[in-house]
DNA sequence: ATGGTAGCTGCGCTA
């Protein structure tokens, strides 16, 4: 029996995403969306959007750049967003319905050394503040791909800061925290879950939904990608 | 071969 449907979504801004963030309402009718790149402040999110849809929200919005949001079909208790001091919008945390949920958006990690320094710390403070919980659910770009089977085109991305063995190790202290990837690949390397707009053929899965001491079953919707005006990230659904 | 697109912003930055 299905009791919590899950999904985490990057949606590259939130506002120019709503027609399809309500076709995503319609079809899988989501307790949580896990939103990320909402890119814009607190006070032009689109809440009465949401709220005319029944849902509660959890936002933490920055101008331009990031923003992440909690969308959940139940109050949000224990919301927090301080995961470290910095001024990037790219974490929010909050109990629904029973669960610890995360949105999270890693940095990518390719502006500079700064940012690619900054990424491994992101990724180290996921794992520690998460290690000694007995429960949670983390779902975001984290913008790093695990193994060759994670990419469309291995060969195209040797060297990138989203599979570099320094990015991975980091990734793999979130695992540490005792988390597990509930993907499956069904039946090969089909399910990526970014492409840069501009290289629509090598794609790579760097979105993720990472879960502790809760079974489920993970599901990447792929159709959205070919929808009219679609973000660079396809949704990914975790039933529980 | 080092381009290309998208979004937000304001003629550049980030991805």
């Keep these: 029996m299905i009791n919590m449907k899950i999904v985490t979504w990057n949606v590259n801004s939130v506002r120019v995403r709503l027609p399809l ?29 949401f709220e005319s849809h029944n849902y509660h929200l959890a936002i ?3 101008k331009t750049y990031n923003g992440v949001a909690i969308i959940s079909k139940y109050p949000i208790e224990n919301v927090k967003w301080d ?6 919008a790219r974490y929010i945390e909050g109990f629904t319905n029973g669960h610890y949920v995360v949105s999270a958006y890693v940095p ?28 949670a659910i983390i779902g975001g770009d984290f913008n790093v791909a695990m193994s060759d089977d994670d990419m469309q085109t291995p060969a195209k991305w040797i060297g990138s800061v989203l599979c570099t063995d320094e990015v991975r190790n980091g990734m793999q202290k979130v695992f540490d925290a005792e988390f597990d990837d509930c993907h499956e690949i069904s039946d090969g390397k089909n399910d990526f879950t970014w492409w840069d707009y ?4 090598e ?36 039933e529980i």
């Design 83 to 88: 995961l470290d001091d910095s001024t990037e």
């Design 198 to 201: 501009r290289r629509p053929n």
């Design 21 to 49: 963030i309500e076709q995503l309402i319609a079809e899988e009718n989501p307790d949580v969306i896990l939103l990320q790149e909402t890119k814009c402040m607190n006070e032009f999110f689109p809440k009465d959007f």
């Design 108 to 135: 990518c990690g390719n502006k500079s050394d700064e940012a690619y320094k900054y990424k491994q710390e992101f990724l180290g403070s996921i794992a520690s503040r998460w290690k000694g919980e007995e429960s």
């Design 60 to 62: 933490h919005g920055q």
């Design 203 to 238: 794609g790579l899965r760097i979105d993720y939904i990472l879960s502790k001491n809760v079974s489920g079953k993970l599901k990447t919707l792929q159709h959205y990608r070919k929808m009219e005006r679609p973000s660079d990230h396809v949704p990914v659904m975790f």
